[in-house]
């Protein structure tokens, strides 16, 4: 018996304890993923249970992703926690065109759900977090915040700090505070569909600036301020969506300097920071004229809507949680709870390590499957920018793809203008597992070798 669980330290149904056993030993690294589990009988046999209960425990244990079964074979710690497949308009086998991180079972994110709830219910009960809460988060959150940022941010101080339900809203709140309509923002040329949204919502006019492998180009930023005096600046400094460009720090100190003498604003989208923690944010060189926008979107998962703004001062902390009350009201409380929790416990740490080493492994599989296809990526990020051969346009490849039950995303939804050479960007994290991600892979790789086929061109 190469595992036998610790009964005694759970509560609640015996079948239900196996499983917490179960998790914590994968979370602990007692259980490897892909290690081979004990027959049901052999374990019944072992724990002196009935054969009905560990039968139970390993559905159960199915159920939530920390199991696979495989005919013939046996029972074996997953690889990844299972997903169901999103419901999407049209018949994709594999989606990889949402940007969503990857739930190694490493992550045991389901169990911290329910150990980190049932600390808030003993703690302090969940009535105290069904009531409305103060914009922004609460004095203790924000401190328990504003500690744990700065590892990467020396300068963040709870004064700042603003608790928002996601950077979408941080982003559309920004440009609410910093321009008007028909004001001028500039960003990258390929930018975040989110952005683009809320400009268009605001009226507020968004100018593209020319981007090289590093992110948007200095001399070209420098000119473009000079020509549109930009009430602010959007950029994706670290890991930007689509193209993964990743400024070194000699880029980032001169950006720095342009906006500085621009005496322009910085609007900071950190979503993909935390997956390479030793790139410092722009904001640690001009915290005085920059909006930082913290997600734990990319790094743990989209649903928690947590985020965090770092405001440039006080003051502009304290107008900026009049503009969420005055559209959200305030962030869930529940869930910024839940992640102070982890905060201040250090388990949103390993959530995010384990989220990153899984990333990495998707990286890996993807340069071994597509060998030979040219592509940007970055070794912890979950998405490829990959520009499609000549002879493909846009709308063919993306309609042969989904003949193939591919999803990606073309170049045309992040564009501030139109576009000359057609790229997708392939998401890594929407798989459910690598063995999925595997054969999606190597569909993208026959789609991109096929021949065109003419009547798809439009």
């Known amino acids: 018996m190469d595992?036998?669980?610790?009964?005694?330290?759970?509560?609640?149904?015996?079948?239900?304890?196996?499983?917490?056993?179960?998790?914590?030993?994968i979370d602990s690294g007692r259980l490897a993923?892909?290690?081979?589990?004990?027959?049901?009988?052999?374990?019944?046999?072992?724990?002196?249970?009935?054969?009905?209960?560990?039968?139970?425990?390993?559905?159960?244990?199915?159920?939530?992703?920390?199991?696979?079964?495989?005919?013939?074979?046996?029972?074996?710690?997953?690889?990844?926690?299972?997903?169901?497949?999103?419901?999407i308009a049209f018949p994709v086998r594999i989606d990889l065109s949402m940007n969503v991180p990857p739930q190694p079972v490493e992550a045991n994110l389901e169990l911290r759900i329910a150990q980190g709830l049932e600390a808030i219910r003993t703690g302090s009960s969940f009535s105290a977090?069904?009531?409305?809460?103060?914009?922004?988060?609460?004095?203790?959150?924000?401190?328990?915040?504003?500690?744990?940022?700065?590892?990467?941010?020396?300068?963040?101080?709870?004064?700042?700090?603003?608790?928002?339900?996601g950077n979408q809203v941080i982003l559309f709140n920004a440009l609410l505070a910093l321009a008007a309509p028909g004001d001028v923002v500039l960003t990258e040329a390929l930018t975040f569909p989110g952005m683009k949204a809320a400009a268009a919502a605001l009226g507020v006019r968004l100018i593209g600036v020319a981007m090289d492998g590093e992110g948007i180009v200095p001399e070209a930023l420098r000119a473009a301020c000079k020509a549109h005096q930009p009430k602010a600046v959007y950029l994706t400094p670290t890991q930007h969506n689509p193209t993964t460009a990743t400024m070194g720090a000699a880029r980032r100190q001169a950006i720095a300097d342009i906006i500085r003498r621009s005496r322009t604003a910085l609007i900071e989208d950190d979503a993909y920071g935390l997956l390479e923690p030793?790139?410092?944010?722009?904001?640690?060189?001009?915290?005085?004229?920059?909006?930082l926008a913290v997600g734990l979107s990319k790094c743990i998962a989209p649903a928690l809507r947590v985020s965090y703004l770092l405001a440039p001062d006080a003051a502009a902390a304290q107008i900026m949680r009049g503009k969420l009350q005055a559209t959200l009201q305030m962030p869930p409380p529940l869930m910024v709870a839940l992640v102070?929790?982890?905060?201040?416990?250090?388990?949103?740490?390993?959530?995010?390590?384990?989220?990153?080493?899984?990333?990495?492994?998707?990286?890996?599989?993807?340069?071994k499957l597509l060998k030979g296809v040219a592509f940007a990526a970055r070794p912890n990020g979950h998405h490829l920018w990959l520009p499609l051969p000549a002879r493909w346009n846009r709308v063919a490849f993306l309609a042969h793809a989904l003949q193939h039950g591919l999803a990606v995303v073309g170049d045309d939804a992040f564009a501030t203008d139109a576009m000359s050479s057609p790229a997708v960007r392939v998401s890594l994290g929407?798989?459910?597992n690598r063995a999925e991600l595997a054969q999606a892979l190597e569909r993208l790789a026959g789609v991109l070798k096929a021949p065109v086929q003419t009547t798809q061109i439009v």
């Open 33 to 87: 993923r892909g290690q081979q589990l004990p027959t049901h009988r052999a374990l019944a046999q072992a724990l002196d249970v009935d054969l009905t209960t560990v039968t139970r425990a390993y559905g159960e244990a199915r159920r939530r992703g920390l199991l696979d079964a495989q005919v013939g074979r046996g029972t074996f710690v997953s690889e990844t926690t299972a997903r169901a497949a999103r419901d």
């Open 278 to 291: 030793a790139m410092a944010p722009i904001a640690t060189l001009i915290p005085e004229r920059t909006w």
């Open 340 to 367: 102070t929790h982890w905060l201040r416990t250090g388990i949103a740490d390993k959530i995010i390590q384990a989220i990153r080493g899984e990333a990495a492994g998707r990286q890996l599989l993807a340069r």
């Open 3 to 25: 595992w036998i669980p610790a009964l005694s330290e759970w509560q609640g149904p015996v079948f239900l304890r196996i499983v917490e056993a179960l998790a914590a030993d």
């Open 430 to 432: 929407a798989a459910r």
């Open 129 to 165: 977090y069904l009531n409305y809460q103060p914009p922004g988060g609460s004095d203790e959150e924000r401190a328990v915040a504003a500690r744990w940022l700065r590892q990467r941010l020396p300068q963040a101080d709870a004064e700042r700090l603003v608790i928002y339900p």
